[in-house]
């Protein structure tokens, strides 16, 4: 099968990401393989090819937001038939034992398998996956348009959560990615008031054209207090930005897998009267199963741009140089 994967992690530049023919993978017991129509790029995907995640094996094939036609089962597949329509997520593998898996809070797992890092994704024609992990998609999605749903919307359905921003309050969301522009949407449905703090002129455009209430410069002070925030953008000199602008009481999340350095912080400028920051790791299956119906409801759409299956890395050169507005999506199959 065709497929792209990271030979040697370094800066973009170096071309880490290379494109060649690996061996189809076969379904194990309690497997379902999928042909893969369209697979998203995640900023994941560019932590891993860079080195800022480590490789958790040799030329990992990345792509976590992955939505295909299942084409192949293993023994024992119930839940699963041939020609359905299934997405492939982030979270794989949960060992189900550990003190956060008994208490429900697999995210948190101590020994998690994670697609595109421990096993193969999506920048391939054919991906594998234990069924208890997969999606049922509806027969009708549109590949293109709901493989992100499957890591920045889920992602961004967690960080949300975790924020608790109040009903009617104000939320700031800083740096405006694929993520980030479809929080936006779901905070507004619920009635929220939107302010987006990104240094990408085109974000911030962007962020205008859904509606939020304001979109300024990412060091720049929102028009008001902010009941929550989320921090989307790997930048950790933004965290004392976003707690300053915090109303008391007023939780930040951030939602990144890797961040750079956090400065120091002034307790009484950006933690007293109960100011919170919390971490955001992977989500649950659960978080995913409910964003996906809600997104359904609210009728969220990315903003995408798609790029052919050969072009891959050329999507990952330009997410590194922000030159992706939304969201970028792999055409894996040639009729995806």
Same mark, same amino acid.
């Given at each position: ?16 990401l290379?494109?060649g ?5 076969s ?6 393989? +999928? ?6 790029v995640?900023?994941t ?7 800022d995640?480590? =490789? ?12 295909g036609?299942?084409?192949a +089962?293993?023994?024992? +597949?119930?839940?699963?038939q ?12 949960t ?30 024609e ?32 967690r960080?949300?959560r975790?924020?608790?921003?109040? =009903? ?8 405006f ?7 936006a949407?779901?905070a ?11 240094r ?15 979109a ?33 009481g ?6 990144g ?20 920051v919390?971490? +955001? ?20 759409r ?5 790029y052919p299956?050969?072009?891959?890395a ?10 992706v ?12």
């Amino acid at each position: 099968m065709r497929a792209w994967w990271v030979e040697s992690p370094g800066p973009i530049a170096s071309r880490p990401l290379v494109r060649g023919t690996r061996a189809e993978p076969s379904p194990a017991a309690g497997e379902i393989r +999928v042909r893969v129509l369209a697979c998203g790029v995640c900023r994941t995907d560019l932590h891993l090819a860079e080195g800022d995640l480590v =490789p958790r094996r040799a030329a990992a094939i990345p792509g976590h937001e992955i939505v295909g036609e299942v084409d192949a +089962v293993g023994a024992g +597949v119930t839940e699963f038939q041939l020609g359905d329509l299934a997405g492939i997520a982030w979270l794989r593998h949960t060992c189900g034992c550990c003190r956060q898996c008994r208490r429900g809070a697999e995210n948190l797992c101590a020994r998690p398998r994670f697609t595109g890092w421990d096993d193969d994704g999506g920048y391939a024609e054919y991906a594998v996956v234990d069924e208890r992990y997969a999606y049922h998609l509806a027969a009708d999605s549109d590949p293109v348009t709901t493989a992100p749903l499957l890591c920045a919307g889920i992602i961004g359905y967690r960080a949300f959560r975790v924020a608790d921003a109040p =009903p009617a309050g104000a939320l700031g969301i800083y740096g405006f990615g694929a993520s980030a522009h479809l929080t936006a949407q779901l905070a507004m449905h619920q009635g929220l008031r939107v302010h987006v703090l990104t240094r990408s002129l085109d974000a911030q455009k962007l962020a205008l054209d859904l509606g939020v209430v304001s979109a300024a410069g990412a060091q720049d002070s929102p028009p008001e207090p902010l009941d929550a925030a989320i921090l989307f953008a790997p930048a950790g000199e933004l965290v004392p930005t976003a707690l300053a602008s915090l109303a008391p009481g007023g939780t930040l999340a951030i939602a990144g897998i890797h961040l750079s350095d956090i400065p120091a912080l002034n307790y009484q400028q950006h933690l007293f009267q109960e100011r919170s920051v919390r971490s +955001v790791t992977a989500n649950t299956r659960r978080d995913g199963e409910e964003f996906l119906q809600l997104a359904a409801q609210v009728g969220l759409r990315p903003s995408v741009t798609t790029y052919p299956f050969a072009r891959a890395a050329e999507a990952l050169a330009h997410l590194a140089t922000d030159r992706v507005n939304g969201v970028a999506v792999l055409r894996v199959a040639s009729d995806a």
